[in-house]
């Protein structure tokens, strides 16, 4: 496993990969925590958090998209799967590899509490619950851009569908948000869809509420989709 | 040290490979050959593990691939068709990641040494996989193949894309690793297969068409015996030609003549094909001093590897009738004497018209082979 994970770890910065998705990410949750909290001048990080799942939701598909996809185009996934390792330390290699990339950048919190310090108290309680908030909603969507890039050999494809995929889970829940109160069928499907519900688990952290189920939940949807990325993996060889 | 059993696989409809059995033992160094699409690749995959079988066994060293991957894995290196190199690596950051993944314990250094000097890579060490040519990056594949020295070495047309002089090289290395490991490889150029291998496998539509070494498998596909002859007539026109045929033909042991190109002006050549008990060459040059004729050349053509490949992989009528035939396989044991004929000796029979019809061609390419091969 920390084979794969080191040699995906350098990939991500010959491909330039981790340059892009470094740049991107602090350039815009730059923007953020400007607007969010330099020009209001409060120290209250909570819009800049919220405003945060937006950019964990399309970037993470630059991440993930190649992870996978490219090694079953370039044939170089004959030499993992002739190796003698297992299925899960190809999939768990890979991800912890985006994982680290991901932490490096939402890091940069780190450097904005630094400012704050400098214009009010930082609630530092807060700051660290929304930091690992992030870092559970980053883990689960990771998962789930890994398991996508296992389906296809195509790049675009795979970043396209991740986006698209995440971006539905997002979406899910303004559609149902009428449900709440109608019949029965309706309140069951609000009660499903919420449950699996990736927004506004992730909106709660940032009004300062740590919720374990939550924890709980991000979680297991990362430890879900990489179980069928192995099982993706497990079943190219049966086919 | 290699040991399959009944191995078939099946893509939907498509039979790719078909209740394939074989062993190798310890230090042998075993040919696998076939046409394009006649399951070669699909057999290494499935011994590597890339890919399972659908029924059947591998056992590497006792450990089935399927039951205890990681374990029987450990012990090959495998060389795919498309050597799996992450082209934006340098050669030296590639095979350190192949010797962790393998988790070599091998001291790192030498080790990696000895492999690149192995495979005459020393001097690209630095250099970006990406900017390799075909002929380093086949021989970085082949490097990173004997990371861990595994026992089992299995290389899938390794020598593809390297010139004559690499060829060589990477030859008498595989030939020198044949006394440590137990190698496979496929290949479809015969002269490598026939100067490289202890042992042959011929593999057609996904079947083991033969089996043995080059001499083993010619003697039982066939007991025919081939030679050519140069005959100068009394006249030096076509008469001659049918004359000398007929007369031959007409001799004890021979089973058929044809009359060939005129070689030189008024002579002609002459296919001879005996029974191959018979010694006829005494009683030829008798019956041309008797009528008068000058023998100016008699060659005799055993059969080539390449006149085996042909006749096994040509013929047709061969595995579709044994389908029909249901268990029986077109298998030709190295055990069974030229007595107990086999099947595709006698569909070879059957059909021995068309086959030896074009057997002028054969000739001539076997020659070239011949040449190939005289290289080294």
């Not at chain 1, 001048?41 to 993470?60: H, K, P, R």
């Not at chain 2, 011994?47 to 691939?65: K, M, P």
Request: charge should be negative.
């Amino acid at each position: 496993m920390l084979a794969i994970y080191r040699r995906e770890m350098g990939a991500f910065f010959t491909s330039g990969v981790a340059y892009v998705f470094l740049a991107v990410f602090w350039l815009v949750s730059g923007i953020f925590f400007y607007n969010g909290v330099i020009a209001s001048g409060f120290a209250d990080t909570s819009s800049m958090f919220s405003s945060m799942f937006y950019i964990v939701m399309f970037l993470i598909p630059v991440l993930t998209m190649k992870l996978l996809s490219e090694e079953k185009k370039n044939k170089t996934d004959q030499g993992l799967l002739t190796a003698p390792i297992s299925l899960w330390d190809i999939v768990l290699g890979k991800y912890f590899a985006a994982l680290t990339l991901f932490i490096i950048a939402e890091s940069i919190i780190f450097v904005y509490a630094f400012i704050i310090n400098y214009l009010g108290d930082v609630v530092w309680q807060t700051l660290l619950g929304n930091y690992f908030a992030m870092l559970f909603l980053g883990a689960a969507f990771i998962a789930v851009g890994l398991f996508i890039s296992s389906l296809t050999e195509n790049q675009m494809a795979s970043a396209v569908v991740s986006l698209v995929a995440i971006f539905v889970i997002y979406l899910s829940e303004s559609l149902v948000a009428d449900m709440e109160n109608g019949n029965l069928v309706k309140r069951v499907i609000f009660k499903a869809v919420s449950s699996i519900a990736f927004y506004s688990r992730y909106i709660e952290f940032t009004k300062g509420v740590f919720s374990l189920p939550s924890v709980v939940f991000f979680i297991s949807t990362a430890f879900l989709f990489n179980f069928f990325t192995v099982k993706v993996l497990e079943k190219r060889r049966w086919s | 040290m290699i040991e399959v059993r009944n191995l078939t696989k099946r893509y939907g409809d498509k039979l790719a490979v078909n209740d394939i059995s074989f062993k190798v033992e310890k230090g042998e160094i075993l040919g696998f050959l076939g046409p394009n699409g006649a399951g070669k690749s699909t057999t290494m995959n499935m011994l590597t593990g890339y890919i399972s079988s659908t029924s059947g066994d591998v056992l590497i060293d006792g450990v089935n691939i399927l039951d205890d991957p990681k374990k029987a894995k450990a012990n090959i290196g495998y060389l795919p068709e498309i050597p799996p190199l992450y082209v934006d690596m340098t050669v030296e950051a590639y095979l350190g990641f192949v010797y962790d993944m393998k988790k070599c314990k091998l001291p790192r250094k030498a080790h990696l040494k000895d492999v690149c000097s192995l495979c005459k890579i020393e001097d690209v060490r630095g250099r970006i996989i990406k900017n390799l040519s075909k002929g380093y990056r086949q021989r970085v594949g082949l490097a990173q193949a004997l990371i861990n020295n595994p026992p089992v070495l299995i290389l899938d047309e390794p020598t593809v894309g390297l010139d004559p002089n690499q060829i060589i090289e990477i030859r008498s290395l595989i030939k020198k690793l044949g006394k440590k490991h137990t190698v496979i490889l496929s290949s479809h150029i015969l002269p490598e297969i026939q100067a490289v291998c202890d042992r042959i496998i011929i593999i057609n539509r996904g079947m083991v068409a033969a089996d043995g070494t080059a001499d083993e498998i010619a003697k039982n596909i066939t007991n025919e015996h081939k030679m050519t002859l140069r005959i100068e007539g009394p006249t030096h026109t076509a008469d001659d030609k049918r004359l000398i045929a007929e007369k031959i033909r007409a001799m004890d042991g021979v089973k058929y003549v044809r009359a060939d190109m005129e070689r030189e002006k008024g002579i002609y050549d002459y296919d001879i094909e005996t029974d191959g008990k018979t010694d006829i060459r005494r009683a030829l040059n008798k019956l041309c001093a008797d009528n008068g004729w000058n023998i100016l050349m008699l060659q005799l053509s055993d059969l080539t590897l390449e006149d085996i490949f042909l006749k096994i992989t040509m013929d047709e009528g061969l595995s579709k009738s044994d389908d029909k035939g249901g268990k029986s396989k077109p298998r030709i044991e190295i055990k069974t004497t030229a007595s107990g004929k086999l099947r595709a000796v006698q569909e070879d029979d059957e059909e021995e018209e068309s086959s030896i019809v074009d057997s002028g061609d054969e000739d001539t390419a076997a020659d070239s082979a011949e040449n190939n091969g005289g290289e080294e």
